[in-house]
């Protein structure tokens, strides 16, 4: 999972893994999802059960799903549960918890049915990241993550699922899985257990999509603009420039035949649609929330990072991982040691390749490795990281999830950099990942306590020194050590930055009650605000004679994006009540940022096999 906070936020597995294969019992769960019938935002959903052998049985919405870090409750959005026999009467139900019903009777049990709310429009009471949510917006889109639609019954979630979706023959069903039925308004799933169902989400909105093959890899992208902004055949080259140089990165890594990315761009014209922007991974799709209002440009290179990531996690968790993801738990979880693995090796991937395949250029690499140090630098530094990973969902682990991008893609680094200048340059971390691979692959899982020491016999005794001094124990890694085995070193540069931004720290906020944009009093502003005379407290009307507040403050931030030294600015604000219009030039802020650069020619060799090799 990638979460990208879009400039000014101010709002702030794996079904493959079936070791057992199919069932061998003709057992099947049937469900159907009805689009026809969506009343105030709510889709019908009717399971009929299993044969069922015991006096009760309980059906669980899940707690979490692969790939979150979260405790969210699909059960909560739940309404109207109820339980009939063979016969059609009702049997007596019992709600247990936020997630799961008890019925009585359960020998007599022929279906449950209950109806499904969306997470989009209440985003603002709950704080599911949008990709894992849903969308439910008749006729026009719904977001069909299966995890907040279809549950499991207790010991019947490795049998077979067949699902059902009735829909509006004006709606296509994008997705990687096989839709057995031919009709225009009736699509049939079958997957052979609970967990695959779950890592195939569903989009069904007005066609927009187009296909195109990387290596011998079918590649599905579909996109939902509401105003009709981005369409799928300009998004999809800039993507398949990006995953054939994936491909070509991963060499033989290849655990799927058709990979999906599902891309819904929020309107932020409205008020109740998805503000957490960036992307949930499956083992054969990815769904990609964004907001439509950026910019082509602007959109595939947000793109590039996020699917990128989600790709690369064909790598890790989806066919290296441990048992507490090989068999996931969905509502009572217990979480592996090794984030710095599953989430931050793939971040690393996701930058590294596009130095190794000529994407950004090697300054451009150093300089995103340095945001990294700076942004780990502001989180706890001596927290374990397999400690945090293995209680990330709870506190104070919680609040350093985050992390995983940062210092998690930095541990990455420095076990590359370890095993480059031990093997001379010859190997690498993907080198690591391939042997890993091959030692356990998708239906192996590998125990949480032996993965070190199996990556120290797999390459040098420095790199298990490495893992249990910066990984599993407290002291902060000396990354300026590491980079310089590579001849990099640290230097000081002048970067523009942003006029309502400085790191993570907003120059301006919003009244909630009246959406009014304001300057912020308590921090010093920088010089686009001191050259134009707005003070702290003036309350932003119109810049450029365009109004602005809460509603379209993202817009605000994205134009201030295009913004030149020296362009023509007006501004109206509002000071002590009284409104006037502030003419100048606008003055771009600029930050002290650490960044790096190669200074050491001896180690050019070895530098090349790290970043190309």
């Known amino acids: 999972m990638k979460r990208i906070f879009f400039m000014l936020a101010l709002s702030s597995c794996l079904g493959h893994f079936s070791a057992a294969a199919q069932s061998k019992t003709k057992e099947q769960v049937q469900v159907t999802i009805n689009l026809n019938a969506i009343d105030k935002d709510r889709v019908p959903v009717t399971v009929q059960a299993p044969k069922i052998k015991t006096s009760e049985i309980i059906y669980h919405l899940p707690k979490i799903v692969p790939g979150t870090y979260s405790e969210d409750d699909f059960g909560r959005f739940i309404d109207d549960f109820k339980a009939y026999n063979k016969k059609g009467a009702y049997l007596s139900v019992t709600q247990v918890d936020k997630n799961s019903w008890k019925i009585s009777d359960a020998t007599q049990l022929g279906s449950v049915s209950y109806l499904v709310n969306d997470t989009y429009d209440i985003e603002a009471t709950h704080e599911i990241f949008s ?31 067949k699902v059902t979706v009735q829909h509006p023959d004006t709606l296509w069903g994008a997705t990687s899985m096989a839709d057995t039925d031919a009709s225009n308004t009736n699509d049939v799933f079958v997957t052979d257990r609970y967990a695959e169902l779950v890592e195939n989400p569903i989009m069904y909105s007005k066609p927009d999509y187009t296909t195109f093959k990387v290596n011998d890899m079918d590649i599905l992208i579909a996109v939902y603009s509401p105003n009709g902004t981005h369409k799928a ?33 929020s309107d932020m014209q409205v008020e109740n649609d998805a503000h957490g922007f960036g992307a949930l991974e499956h083992p054969t799709a990815t769904t990609v929330v964004m907001p ?33 993801i090989q068999n996931f738990n969905y509502t009572a979880p217990k979480m592996s040691e090794h984030l710095w693995m599953y989430e931050g090796v793939t971040e690393y991937f996701a930058n590294l390749f596009q130095v190794n395949q000529g994407l950004i250029s090697e300054d451009d690499f150093c300089n995103r490795m340095a945001g990294k140090i700076t942004n780990a630098d502001g989180m706890d530094d001596t927290m374990p990281f397999t400690t945090m990973s293995v209680n990330v969902l709870t506190k104070p682990y919680k609040d350093q999830y985050l992390n995983v991008y940062e210092k998690g893609a930095l541990i990455g680094m420095c076990l590359d950099i370890i095993i480059r200048e031990k093997s001379n340059g010859t190997r690498g971390i993907l ?62 540069v002048k ?26 009093t308590e921090v010093e502003l920088n010089e686009f605000y001191t050259e134009l005379g707005i003070k702290g407290g003036d309350v932003l009307k119109e810049v450029n004679m365009k109004p602005y507040n809460l509603d379209n403050i993202y817009e605000l931030i994205q134009a201030s994006q295009t913004w030149q030294n020296g362009d023509p600015i007006s501004v109206k604000v509002s000071r002590d009540g009284k409104e006037q219009v502030i003419s100048g030039k ?28």
């Open 292 to 324: 439509e209002m950026m910019g082509l440009d602007e959109l595939n290179e947000q793109l590039k990072d996020v699917v990128s990531h989600e790709f690369f996690h064909i790598v890790t968790p989806l066919t290296i991982h441990s048992d507490e």
């Open 233 to 265: 055949e300009e998004i999809a080259p800039a993507m398949q420039k990006m995953m054939t140089a994936q491909k070509n990165f991963l060499g033989k890594f290849n655990s799927t035949k058709k990979y999906s990315v599902l891309i819904y761009l």
């Open 431 to 492: 080198d690591l990942m391939q042997k890993l691979s091959a030692e356990y692959g998708v239906h192996k899982a590998f125990n949480d306590n032996e993965l070190f020491a199996k990556i120290t016999a797999l390459t040098y005794p420095e790199v298990g020194e490495f893992l249990t001094t910066y990984v599993s124990g407290s002291t902060p890694i000396p990354y300026d050590v590491y980079l310089a085995k590579m001849g990099v070193t640290k230097k000081v």
């Open 586 to 613: 606008i003055k771009i802020p600029t930050e002290d940022k650490v960044g790096y650069e190669p200074t050491d020619a001896s180690k050019e060799k070895l530098r090349t096999a790290w970043l190309k090799g």
């Open 131 to 161: 990709p894992v949510g849903s969308n439910i917006d008749a006729g026009k889109n719904i977001l069909l993550n299966t995890h907040c639609f279809v549950g499991f019954f207790d010991n019947y979630k490795d049998i077979n699922y």
């Open 495 to 520: 970067s523009p930055g942003n006029p309502f931004l400085k790191g993570q720290v907003p120059y301006i906020n919003v009244d909630q009650v009246t959406k009014e944009i304001y300057v912020r």
